[in-house]
């Protein structure tokens, strides 16, 4: 029976050893599903994810995350892409989707209204904001943006530095939905930050635009897997009602 979802991220900890027990593929494609329907900037949804549970591609990858146990002993592993460089791509397929929703006869003053604003959003705002030339145009934006917001309240990050935040933000709102799925049918996962990226991107050939946000280690948790009792800093330290 599948936890709830509070039942879920209680039982979710970082598991650091597995045992020698094998997962259902089909299951954890499942639980990147989920993982795809996060939330996400501007509906771009620039992210992939990567399935691996070829055993020699396992093997490389725990080599590139310095043979750490929740790698070394994964039974399956997934690997968190940002990728900022399809932003058109994933605009274009935003308008396509709008022109097929709203592609009837005798569209309300209402929907021809949403329509073209939300066609606009992704013909002009976007390119606005993710093109950039040498990361001059950037800068050329990010100081024109700051001006103006000296005056009225306007978007400010627009550096490729800063887009760059926004992609790997929106794919850890992925992931946390993964980790979360997997939790609630009884599988655990690590996500890890501690991997060689140029070598991880080699192993899987990715493009050169793709980043690694984490590689995420999958299976059953042995009980030394858990290292301790979880801490949390005081909630009343972190919560602020204003």
């Not at 070829?54 to 043979?67: G, I, P, V």
């Not at 058109?88 to 097929?100: D, V």
């Not at 690590?190 to 991880?200: A, I, K, Y």
Request: proline fraction near 3%.
């Amino acid at each position: 029976m599948e936890k709830t979802v509070t039942e879920a991220i209680a039982y979710r900890r970082s598991t650091r050893v597995y045992k020698d027990i094998p997962i259902d593929s089909a299951k954890v494609k499942q639980c990147l599903v989920n993982a795809s329907l996060a939330p996400t900037s501007s509906n771009l949804q620039l992210w992939e994810f990567y399935h691996v549970i070829n055993k020699d591609t396992l093997k490389e990858l725990a080599n590139a995350c310095f043979n750490q146990s929740a790698a070394k002993t994964a039974r399956q592993l997934v690997v968190v892409v940002t990728r900022k460089d399809l932003w058109k791509q994933r605009a274009k397929a935003n308008i396509a989707f709008l022109e097929k929703v709203y592609d009837k006869d005798n569209l309300t003053e209402r929907e021809l209204k949403r329509k073209k604003m939300a066609t606009n959003y992704y013909k002009k705002l976007i390119p606005t904001v993710y093109a950039d030339f040498l990361c001059i145009l950037g800068y050329l934006k990010y100081i024109t943006f700051q001006i103006v917001g000296l005056f009225k309240p306007i978007y400010r990050q627009v550096r490729q530095s800063d887009m760059r935040v926004v992609a790997h933000k929106s794919a850890g709102l992925a992931a946390q939905n993964f980790m979360t799925s997997m939790a609630a049918i009884g599988y655990d996962t690590c996500p890890m930050e501690g991997s060689d990226t140029l070598r991880v991107k080699k192993i899987l050939n990715l493009p050169k635009g793709a980043e690694i946000n984490m590689v995420i280690g999958c299976g059953i948790r042995d009980d030394k897997g858990i290292y301790g009792p979880r801490f949390r800093i005081p909630f009343e330290e972190v919560y602020f009602e204003v």
